[in-house]
């Protein structure tokens, strides 16, 4: 199957610090980039839907300025947490969506503590 | 707002007993239904069923979608331990939101030797 990945797949930082979250599709072009977001035992909630050449759009309840996504070509994507509190301590998910046959793949999750 | 809704939430077998996990959904302009199996890290595709193609099988797992009923299933046979997972089900709903995935809650399998 197709092949996504994230980088770092783990990562600690600091109180009011940012976290950059790099998302790539390997092997297909990607139009669509989906960002989620998962807690312990819990289903994946989506955050944003990123477009390649366009803004994102974020769904309810997300706050666009602290979950910065830019999605600057049909391979890359990247999650910016600015300004890290405790509380977005998470297991943070990208998927993308092949061009061609509309299937999403996702990434391996990034886990972020933020202390 | 689309709403995918997954049963049983968790469920516990022995190896070599066969398993059925539901899901049901309503969404507006419903395009495809997907299956994904999770472990540790993120999830892995299993399933796409769309309108042209309700029944996909693939070694011991299988799954159906009935739209009349906005449902479907996955089965597992003979199962055994390595299925022990979450097994997530979305549904891909079209117009604006186009690819957008909703997902269920998921079912926890565990499979004891």
């Known amino acids: 199957g197709a092949v996504v990945s994230q980088h770092p797949s783990r990562v600690i930082c600091k109180s009011g610090t940012s976290v950059k979250i790099e998302c790539r599709s390997l092997?297909?072009?990607?139009?669509?980039m989906f960002w989620y977001r998962q807690f312990p035992k819990k289903s994946l909630m989506l955050m944003a839907t990123?477009?390649?050449?366009?803004?994102?759009?974020?769904e309810q309840g997300v706050e666009k300025d602290k979950f910065l996504i830019n999605h600057a070509s049909l391979t890359l994507s990247t999650l910016t947490v600015t300004s890290a509190h405790p509380e977005d301590s998470s297991f943070y998910i990208c998927?993308?969506?092949?061009?061609?046959?509309?299937?999403?793949?996702f990434g391996p999750g990034t886990r972020l503590t933020v202390t | 707002e689309d709403k995918v809704v997954q049963s049983p939430l968790s469920l516990v077998v022995h190896e070599g007993d066969t398993v059925t996990l539901n899901c049901s959904y309503e969404?507006?302009?419903?395009?495809?239904l997907l299956w994904y199996k999770q472990e540790k890290k993120a999830p892995t595709f299993l399933f796409m069923l769309?309108?042209?193609?309700i029944e996909k099988k693939s070694g011991r797992l299988s799954s159906i979608l009935d739209k009349k009923e906005l449902s479907s299933i996955l089965n597992i046979t003979a199962t055994q331990t390595g299925d022990s997972a979450i097994y997530l089900c979305?549904?891909?709903?079209?117009?604006?939101?186009?690819?957008?995935?909703?997902f269920g809650q998921g079912t926890i399998l565990t499979v004891h030797p």
């Open positions: 998927s993308a969506r092949d061009r061609g046959f509309g299937e999403q793949y």
């Open positions: 092997d297909f072009q990607a139009t669509t």
């Open positions: 990123s477009n390649e050449g366009s803004k994102a759009t974020y």
């Open positions: 969404v507006t302009n419903f395009r495809s």
């Open positions: 769309t309108s042209s193609g």
């Open positions: 979305a549904v891909n709903a079209g117009g604006t939101s186009y690819g957008k995935l909703t």
